[in-house]
T-cell receptor
Framework: DAGITQSPRYKITETGRQVTLMCHQTWSHSYMFWYRQDLGHGLRLIYYSAAADITDKGEVPDGYVVSRSKTENFPLTLESATRSQTSVYFC??????????????FGDGTRLSIL | GNSVTQMEGPVTLSEEAFLTINCTYTATGYPSLFWYVQYPGEGLQLLLKATKADDKGSNKGFEATYRKETTSFHLEKGSVQVSDSAVYFCALSAGKGAQKLVFGQGTRLTINP
């Protein structure tokens, strides 16, 4: 089915561990985004990508790494997880046209708990 | 920098009541404005959008008008239903290129039958 899918939906890990959250979209959208959602903060942008092999930092990038070797995939890696990274993570994508008229489409999120 | 401020929740209403969720913004240039809705356990879905001053976005009985003079984009619905219970986010995108979204903190809405 067309759309944007995130995996896993739920993840529990320990501090210091590496964890990778996956995001896959089938629309061939140029732009992809990673957000974290925390109470009282809404959604905050971690990293985004304008195309394959082009990534850039958002508002809260520290402690995260991204890559985009293929247009359809945009994994987010926590290289050494900390408790402060416990959150719900959302991936989104949008097409490249329209100078902002195109909305972002969101996945269902990954709930990550770091013990 | 760009920012969005929403009325604090949670908001609890009875079915068929009138809804207003306030949203104001600060931005350079001429941002596009959005309302997204998040149902329990799901990602955000675009509810409506407006791209220039005095535009009115509408969907599913919800409306919001882009007011440049008051830098506002308040969400309204004349008669809410239980199924409207969700978290609502106001957001803006501005500038060129990636059109990154800046979100408000969200407003949780609960509708009682």
């Amino acid at each position: 089915d067309a759309g944007i899918t995130q995996s896993p939906r739920y993840k529990i890990t320990e501090t210091g561990r590496q964890v990778t959250l996956m995001c896959h979209q089938t629309w061939s959208h140029s732009y992809m985004f990673w957000y974290r959602q925390d109470l009282g903060h809404g959604l905050r942008l971690i990293y985004y990508s304008a195309a394959a092999d082009i990534t850039d930092k958002g508002e809260v990038p520290d402690g995260y790494v991204v890559s985009r070797s293929k247009t359809e995939n945009f994994p987010l890696t926590l290289e050494s997880a900390t408790r402060s990274q416990t959150s719900v993570y959302f991936c989104a994508s949008r097409s490249g046209g329209g100078q902002g008229l195109q909305p972002q489409h969101f996945g269902d999120g990954t709930r990550l708990s770091i013990l | 920098g760009n920012s969005v401020t929403q009325m604090e929740g949670p908001v609890t209403l009875s079915e068929e009541a009138f809804l207003t969720i306030n949203c104001t913004y600060t931005a350079t240039g001429y941002p596009s404005l959005f309302w997204y809705v998040q149902y329990p356990g799901e990602g955000l879905q675009l509810l409506l959008k407006a791209t220039k001053a005095d535009d009115k976005g509408s969907n599913k009985g919800f409306e919001a008008t882009y007011r440049k003079e008051t830098t506002s984009f308040h969400l309204e619905k004349g008669s809410v239903q239980v199924s409207d219970s969700a978290v609502y986010f106001c957001a803006l995108s501005a500038g060129k290129g990636a059109q990154k979204l800046v979100f408000g903190q969200g407003t949780r809405l609960t509708i009682n039958p």
